[in-house]
C-alpha cells in the first residue's frame, strides 16, 4: 500500500509551498527514512535567495540537507540497517528521505549518508553535526596549536561551532566578533575568551589590544558577508592564516600589498571538497569529522542546546526564512519538526 509525506519547496520570492509526495518503496540497496527533524544551515539555504533574487525569474527548488529520523524500510541487501534505528542522514526539508546505499561509499557525505545515532544527543541537536562538520574542516585546515590566537568573524551556528573546537583545541585567546551582543553572549558559552562587537566599536584596534599588538594567528570569516575579508585580513598577525569557512557570496575587494603581501598572510579556503573518501595525506573525511562531533557533543565537550532558537512545524517555514532574510539576531538555528 502507497503512502504519501510531505516536503518543502521553496520560492526564490520566500514563499514556501507544502507539497505531497508518494513515498517511494525502498528498491535494493535503499533505506527509507521517516524524517523527525530537519535542521536549517542558514548560510547555504540563504544563498539560494541571495543568488536568485525576488524581482529576478521565480526560481523553485527543494532545500535543506541535515536530517534526523529513524529507518521505515529497507531494501533488499540492507544488512546493517534495520527498521527502527535511529539516523542522521542529508536529506532535503520533508517528512521522508531516500538513501541508496549503492550510490555511497562508506564515508560519503552527499545525499546518500547516512550515520546511526546513539542516545547521548536529541533529535533537535544532531542534524547540526553537518554543520559542525563544516567547522571541524575549517579548524583541521587551519592546523590550530594550544596557545595560539583565534577570531571568528561571524557568530552564526558555523562561527560558534568553530569557537567550540578552537577551545578543545586549546586555542587561547578566542575572540569572538559579531554585531549583535546577544550573539556575543552565545559565543562565550560556546567557549570564547574576549567578544568584539564590530558595531560599536573598531574591531581591528580591539582585536590587537586584546592580543598585545600581534593580531590573530588564525583568523576566521565565518560571516555572510564577503567583504569582512579585508578586515579579517587587517586583524591577521603576521604570517597568520585566515579561514574561509562561510558560503558568503560575492566578491571581495581587498588590499594587496600592505595587508596580504608585506604581513605574508595565508588564504585558505574552506569546501571539503574531494574528501569523501580518506587519503593517505588527509584522512579526515567529512563522515569522520561528524563521527568526531557526535562524540564531542555526547561526551559535553561541544554544546549545541544554547545555539537553538527556534523549533517550529514545516508551515512556519516561510516565517522563519523570511525573519531570516531579514537579517538581525532574532534567530539562530532553526528545526522543523516533522513528527505529526
Request: glycine share 12%.
Amino acid at each position: 500500500m502507497s503512502s504519501t509525506g510531505k516536503r518543502l519547496i521553496f520560492r526564490s520570492d520566500f514563499g514556501v509551498e507544502e507539497e505531497r509526495f508518494e513515498t517511494p518503496k525502498p528498491g535494493p540497496n535503499q533505506i527509507l527514512v521517516r524524517v523527525a527533524r530537519s535542521q536549517v544551515s542558514a548560510g547555504s539555504e540563504m544563498n539560494f535567495y541571495r543568488l536568485n533574487p525576488p524581482d529576478g525569474p521565480l526560481q523553485r527548488r527543494p532545500l535543506g540537507y541535515m536530517t534526523v529520523g529513524r529507518v521505515e524500510h529497507v531494501g533488499p541487501g540492507v544488512t546493517e540497517f534495520a527498521p527502527g534505528d535511529r539516523v542522521l542522514t542529508c536529506g532535503h526539508h520533508g517528512s521522508h528521505w531516500l538513501v541508496d546505499l549503492s550510490d555511497s561509499g562508506a564515508d560519503q557525505a552527499d545525499g546518500n549518508y547516512i550515520q546511526k545515532l546513539g542516545d547521548g544527543v536529541s533529535d533537535d541537536e544532531a542534524g547540526f553535526v553537518v554543520l559542525g562538520d563544516v567547522a571541524l574542516h575549517g579548524v583541521r585546515r587551519a592546523a590550530l596549536q594550544i596557545d595560539e590566537s583565534v577570531v571568528v568573524f561571524g557568530c552564526g551556528i558555523v562561527g560558534q561551532l568553530t569557537i567550540q573546537l578552537a577551545r578543545i583545541a586549546g586555542a587561547y585567546p578566542i575572540i569572538a566578533v559579531d554585531l549583535f551582543d546577544s550573539r556575543l553572549d552565545l559565543a562565550k558559552l560556546s567557549g570564547a575568551t574576549h567578544v568584539v562587537n564590530a558595531a560599536t566599536i573598531d574591531a581591528v584596534a580591539a582585536i590587537k589590544e586584546i592580543t598585545g599588538g600581534h593580531g590573530g594567528e588564525s583568523v576566521f570569516h565565518c560571516a555572510p558577508v564577503a567583504g569582512v575579508l579585508q578586515t579579517a585580513m587587517e586583524a591577521a598577525a603576521e604570517r597568520g592564516k585566515i579561514v574561509l569557512t562561510a558560503s558568503a557570496p560575492g566578491k571581495a575587494e581587498i588590499g594587496l600589498q600592505v595587508e596580504l603581501l608585506r604581513h605574508e598572510l595565508t588564504i585558505l579556503g574552506v569546501y571539503e571538497i574531494g574528501i569523501d573518501q580518506p587519503h593517505g595525506y588527509w584522512p579526515w573525511t567529512r563522515a569522520r569529522n561528524r563521527r568526531a562531533c557526535l562524540r564531542l557533543l555526547a561526551s559535553g565537550q561541544m554544546r549545541f542546546d544554547h545555539l537553538i532558537s527556534h523549533v517550529v512545524p514545516p508551515s512556519e517555514a516561510e516565517a522563519m526564512f523570511r525573519m531570516m532574510a531579514r537579517g538581525g539576531d532574532d534567530w539562530m538555528g532553526i528545526v522543523f519538526t516533522w513528527d505529526a
